[in-house]
């Protein structure tokens, strides 16, 4: 099968959806796939042809981390993508490449799937700075279920969370995938690890063999809710004074954060790594004694994966996006509030067998999540949309296409 791939954002970027996408790429091609990615130029307003499988579309930076934005039809990719000779169009973003992905499938009679992976809403205060979010949020409303409701052949989301905002909220009448993203479990093993680099990890960043340590990875923004780690180490040092949390990333709230942090006198339990190169984060795991998060806002939630890929129990807030993964007394524990969250991390700093048996299960339920397995489960989801078709050859020009796909957006017909 040949398979377009269509993306915003692609490594070098440092994201889920980055992640997710190399993921299903390297996984399809195993597959005996051929897979072209269709992605973002993340450093100049050039185009750039790598290996013939990747191509590369001008972005222009929007201000939100180190997005791009592309045209919706980048004339000298068209032709290009022409030559390929796609069976099967699959979006992972709604916007820039994203709409250029519909005009494509439209104009070529090419199935589309669409992966949606970012849940929107969590996310205006970043463009609206606290002014008309709720108006807002009902244009980006308006858009996604604009973007998914008609032009998606098929549509995959990462949990039952995501399922239920199209089937509940969105009143989406059509085929709801639900597909957890793969990962590259292997990466975070253990055993996969250089123990020597870990060593000299633990002597740059000040960890002793018996400290008790808590890892965060992830973007450092209010969404992440990361100040309530930091506001929760206070009473985990009264108990343990050898409790460290490391937070690993980088993000518009982190000067904001690393101030609380001294404010509270916790420079010394509080680690602040910065950004940290894609192939080392799997070190941070391994040196770490149980992974936390407090974010409400995720789809799906990969640094959890990860974590219990590096046999880490997790503590994670009680939410549907971590509620399905990680199960209470099994391979970690899902907190409610202030109180459930020390209460289980006092648990786990005073019981090293408790910590070791849930990392071993966390490890054992990471498997489920393998890059092979979620490429097998997005095929399926191929070949239900190509349902036995051939393609027509096209014949509509690119002003009539895209007229047609912004009406049945639009209308709903």
């Not at 899902?334 to 490890?363: I, T």
């Not at 989801?381 to 051939?390: A, D, E, H, I, P």
């Amino acid at each position: 099968m040949r398979i377009g791939l269509f993306t915003d954002t692609y490594p070098p970027h440092i994201n889920g959806v980055a992640t997710s996408v190399s993921m299903l790429e390297a996984a399809l091609r195993k597959k005996g796939h051929t897979v072209y990615v269709i992605t973002i130029n993340p450093d100049n307003l050039s185009y750039n042809f790598e290996d013939d499988h990747i191509i590369r579309i001008p972005g222009i930076p929007i201000g939100i981390y180190d997005y791009r934005l592309s045209g919706i039809y980048p004339i000298k990719a068209v032709s290009k993508i022409k030559q390929l000779n796609l069976d099967i169009i699959h979006s992972h973003t709604e916007f820039g490449i994203g709409i250029f992905a519909r005009i494509i499938a439209k104009q070529l009679d090419i199935p589309l799937v669409h992966t949606y992976h970012t849940m929107y809403e969590d996310y205006i205060h970043y463009i609206t700075k606290g002014y008309f979010d709720k108006s807002s949020k009902k244009i980006v409303e308006y858009l996604t279920k604009f973007y998914c409701d008609k032009t998606a052949t098929e549509l995959i989301v990462p949990t039952k969370k995501t399922y239920d905002l199209f089937k509940e909220k969105y009143k989406y009448d059509r085929n709801v995938h639900i597909i957890p993203t793969g990962i590259d479990l292997e990466k975070f093993y253990q055993e996969k690890i250089n123990k020597e680099k870990v060593i000299q990890l633990k002597e740059k960043l000040n960890i002793k063999n018996d400290d008790f340590v808590i890892l965060f990875v992830g973007r450092i923004a209010s969404e992440k809710s990361i100040d309530f780690l930091i506001n929760n180490q206070v009473e985990l040092v009264k108990k343990n004074k050898n409790c460290k949390l490391i937070i690993v990333g980088s993000g518009p709230d982190s000067e904001e954060l690393e101030n609380l942090s001294k404010e509270l006198k916790m420079d010394k339990n509080i680690i602040f790594t910065g950004k940290v190169p894609w192939n080392e984060v799997n070190l941070y795991y391994n040196l770490s004694n149980v992974f936390t998060t407090a974010s409400h806002t995720e789809t799906q939630g990969l640094t959890v994966i990860e974590a219990m890929a590096a046999s880490l129990p997790v503590v994670a807030l009680d939410d549907e996006a971590f509620n399905t993964t990680v199960i209470n007394d099994l391979n970690g524990y899902l907190f409610k509030d202030d109180k459930e969250y020390c209460k289980y991390m006092e648990l786990l700093m005073n019981d090293h067998e408790l910590v070791k048996k849930l990392g071993s299960q966390a490890r054992i339920n990471s498997n489920q999540y393998s890059s092979r397995y979620y490429a097998e489960r997005v095929l399926d989801v191929y070949y239900l949309s190509l349902g036995g078709r051939k393609r027509k050859k096209p014949k509509k020009t690119f002003f009539s296409t895209i007229k047609n796909v912004f009406k049945k957006g639009l209308h709903g017909k």
